[in-house]
């Protein structure tokens, strides 16, 4: 199947939409004097338009028409196998200092990075057409929305683009005339798709995009991971807001009573599955509502952070996906859906691993060979992906076009970890659970090239996405915190903890509406909890576990913390943070790392002394139990004069504050008790 294809002509009417703007004119002339492509196609969004495309992409073999009957105007894409996922080491923030990019990015100096692209893009659109693609990222009446206009060649970016963003003369008439509007420049080409010259370079500066040499995914649409995401989270942090990797979903009990959440987990790790949640049976009345899947843009109103999507469909992963995981996305890719790399049945249906009911018997897998269920390969490829209007989606929130957004009442971070994270806790508070939230990790996916299943920390999930320097992110998040006067409460959940054969310990998918439950308690401040060493610990009994097919030792275990566990965990974290060098961890940070650290304290404390906090005040040590509750949780009070008075043992609190002294983090004196 063909990536790459030669011109389209389009009939009069059709591809000749050019904007009013003139500094959006100037730079396609820049682009076409480039690229000298064949002709150049403005796109206006219109059906028309999508008519004439798809089927030109018929014609040039890069899509192939679905079963009408079983699939309804969807359509299969096959990626070149060497381009089946993001490529990370190949994606570059081009500030003027690698500062400004920090310690997470690959930085690469802007000028000699423009030559070395305009180098690669000289011609590379010859007996191409070059498409101009509109769009806006938000709802057309929001502040928060962005103009974009992405130059691709390929028609399988813009018939993409047209499902995943508001696309055409909806851009065109919000940018409107004046030549010194904001908006993004994206320039995109396919070159030959080969790997040796793949580079997303992206110039948070300029608001500018260059993505050469893929055809695949968040390389590509660039209105989503580089725009919402990189670009965004700059502009973010310039102009006040937030650009997080987040799915955005509404809760309502059947009271009527309606909150809505964001949820960062890295890619692949169940934001789509999450945002379209079906409630168990137990939960007759409760209602999940979709507003996003992927990324979430959060500004501050009224003391409270509001969320929108920017997006306007979803590109979700297949594998895993069906009627028994999650019906609504199988709902809504039931038509109108643009697939990538899944197998083709003889039927021209569409089939995955872990879609509902047998294997076919035959099928042509996502390279475009035979494959039967003997075949040692996969059929459809664990990143295949379907791109989908969410107007399919049954469940979609009735919000999701409201300006000013969603008022969010919690934040969760989670990720894919077969051990350590509990089912679900709660931050002590907005600071405690940045330290959360800049700590966590997850095992990775195929979602980006490279090793699978390997334990990496990826903040806020942003790792691959945050468009600056990650310290100043995490100092965004805390002046973020100082500016809400209602802020939400932030939780971690891990839906993916395995018990000693191996399997999850914990159903998932639907189910986790029984966590969802418990984390709306808590907002509604009627939810039971412990206080732990590393926030507040549901008990079994403050979960909604009615009618769950999970034994109660499983519960325990996914609710347990374990110290020996959490001893390397908390390395991990020192380990993350002198990776990212002293520089990178600021004053306000420092002051965050502290926390677990004495947390650190509690659980080492603990086992030093062989007694509890109860018996450390019992001992008079100190002054009050709320105290000693707190200094041990936030690592003060032990801090360099006092020794354990029972053991005369340095207390562990000692250790791990040397320790960050050691490794040249600012302490900083602790907050009062509260
Ligand atoms: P990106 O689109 O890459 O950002 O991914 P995502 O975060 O939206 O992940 P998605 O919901 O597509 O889920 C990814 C994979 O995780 C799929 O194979 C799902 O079947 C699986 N998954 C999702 N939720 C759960 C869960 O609760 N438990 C288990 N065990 N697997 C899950
Ligand atoms: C992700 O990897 O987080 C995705 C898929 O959402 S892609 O758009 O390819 O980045
Ligand atoms: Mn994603």
Known sequence: MKNIAPAISPPTGIGDSKPGNQAVLDWVHEVELLAKPENVFWCDGSERERDYLLQEAIKQNVLIKLNEKKVPRSYLHRSNPNDVARVEQFTFICTPTKEEAGPTNNWSEPAETY?????????????????????????????????????????????????????????????????????????????????????????????????????????????????????????????????????????ESPAGKKHYVAAAFPSACGKTNFAMLIPPKHFAGWKVTTVGDDIAWMQIRDGRLFAVNPENGYFGVVPGTSYNSNPNAMKSIEHDTLYTNVALTDDDDVWWEGKDGPPPKHAIDWKGNDWTPDSKEKAAHPNSRFATPMRNNPVLDPNVEKGEGVPISAIIFGGRRSNTMPLVFQSFDWEHGVYLGATMASETTAAATGAVGQVRRDPMAMLPFCGYNIGDYFRHWIEIGKRLTNPPLIFNVNWFRKGGDGKFLWPGFGDNMRVLKWIIDRCEKSGGAVESPIGWLP????????????????????????????????????????????????????????????????????????????????????????????????????????????????????????????????????????
Request: hydrophobic residues 40%; contains cysteine.
């Open 539 to 674: 008990s079994p009994h403050d979960l909604d576990l009615a009618d769950l097919d999970v034994e109660h030792k499983c519960v325990v275990e996914l609710l347990g913390i374990d110290h020996e566990e959490w001893k390397k965990e908390l390395a991990g974290h020192q380990k993350f943070f002198e990776s990212l060098g002293v520089d990178a961890v600021l004053l306000d940070l420092a002051r965050i790392v502290v926390n677990p650290m004495g947390a650190a304290c509690l659980i080492g404390a603990g086992e030093i002394a062989g007694r509890s906090e109860d018996e450390a005040y019992a001992a008079g040590d100190i002054a009050s139990q709320e105290a000693c509750r707190h200094a041990l949780l936030l690592g003060v009070g032990m801090c360099g004069e006092r020794n354990d008075s029972r053991s005369g043992q340095q207390s562990s609190s000692d250790q791990s504050l040397d320790q960050m002294n050691h490794c040249g983090i600012p302490l900083v004196k602790m907050r009062p008790l509260s």
């Open 115 to 251: 030559s070395k692209l305009q180098g690669l893009l000289k011609g590379a659109m010859h007996g191409r057409t070059l498409f101009v693609v509109p769009y806006i990222m938000g709802p057309p009446d929001s502040p928060l929305t962005k103009v974009g206009f992405e130059i691709t060649d390929s028609i399988y970016v813009v018939l993409s683009m047209r499902i995943m963003t508001r696309m055409g003369e909806v851009a065109v008439k919000r940018l409107g005339h004046d030549p010194a509007a904001e908006w993004n420049r994206g320039v995109h080409s396919l070159l030959d798709v080969d790997p040796a010259r793949r580079f997303i370079c992206h110039f948070p500066q300029d608001n500018t995009i260059i993505s050469v040499g893929s055809g695949y995914g968040g390389n590509v649409l660039l209105s989503k991971k580089c725009l919402a995401l990189r670009i965004g989270s700059y502009l973010a942090r310039k102009q006040g807001w937030m650009a997080e990797h987040m799915l955005i979903l509404g809760v």
